[in-house]
Nanobody, 115 residues
Framework: VQLVESGGGLVQAGGSMRLSCVASGFTFDDYADYAMGWYRQAPGKTRELVAKLTNSGGTTYADSVKGRFTISRDNAKTTLYLQMNSLKPEDTAVYYC???????WGQGTQVTVSS
């Protein structure tokens, strides 16, 4: 049972990036009592939840990413996505997916936004 994030890298400010998170050994339905979310942790800062997707399809976003990031999942409920547009240098962080609240973590994927 694990989560594997991918899609990070280096991008210029104003650019876009799409992150993926694949659930291995389970589906999101196995955590039906939880929402799914994307978190990030910048150097020297605590990990924060930036986007949440409930089982009913409702979404919420941190104010810092609202209007720029979109969380979604595939119909099989094994892959979670984060579409990130209009990226800013302050979006630089390691991005993780997990349940909300978090019960397991993947290795994360580094996103670096250059100015």
């Amino acid at each position: 049972v694990q989560l594997v994030e991918s899609g990070g890298g280096l991008v210029q400010a104003g650019g876009s990036m799409r992150l993926s998170c694949v659930a291995s050994g389970f589906t999101f339905d196995d955590y039906a009592d939880y929402a799914m979310g994307w978190y990030r942790q910048a150097p020297g800062k605590t990990r924060e939840l930036v986007a949440k997707l409930t089982n009913s399809g409702g979404t919420t976003y941190a104010d810092s990413v609202k209007g720029r990031f979109t969380i979604s999942r595939d119909n099989a409920k094994t892959t979670l996505y984060l579409q990130m547009n209009s990226l800013k240098p302050e979006d630089t962080a390691v991005y993780y997916c997990s349940t909300v609240p978090a019960v397991l973590w993947g290795q994360g994927t580094q996103v670096t936004v250059s100015s």
